[in-house]
Nanobody, 125 residues
Framework: HVQLVESGGGSVQAGGSLTLSCAAS????????MGWFRQAPGKEREGVAT????????YYSDSVKGRFTISQDNAKNTRYLQMDTLKPEDTAMYYC???????????????????WGQGTQVTVS
């Protein structure tokens, strides 16, 4: 099955930008829905941005729409999350995940996804 490794997290001031990467191995990433999720201390994991091959559709949570962009480099089997105009409330552990399928009923719901990376911390002050 696919294995996922996130990178690119760090500390940034409010208004700044970060780009997260999620490298996949063990399978062809471009065939599957892939999402970025985050979890802040004491809060439930939430969907941030996802992309599914069917319809080439991207989905964003309302809290990041217009600030975050999901993209992919199929040749590198890597997907990215460009995060701009970061806010302190964006502080969380960020995870990438894939459901191993072409589409998802609820693309932003974590329970739809079964393969997860280990996470990368983003701190905005």
């Amino acid at each position: 099955h696919v294995q996922l490794v996130e990178s690119g997290g760090g500390s940034v001031q409010a208004g700044g930008s970060l780009t997260l990467s999620c490298a996949a191995s063990g399978d062809t990433y471009s065939n599957y829905c892939m999402g970025w999720f985050r979890q802040a201390p004491g809060k439930e994991r939430e969907g941030v941005a996802t992309f599914c091959p069917v319809g080439k559709a991207s989905y964003y949570s309302d809290s990041v729409k217009g600030r975050f962009t999901i993209s992919q480099d199929n040749a590198k089997n890597t997907r990215y999350l460009q995060m701009d105009t970061l806010k302190p409330e964006d502080t969380a552990m960020y995870y990438c995940a894939t459901n191993g399928a072409l589409w998802a009923v609820n693309p932003l719901i974590p329970d739809e996804y079964k393969y997860w990376g280990q996470g990368t911390q983003v701190t905005v002050s």
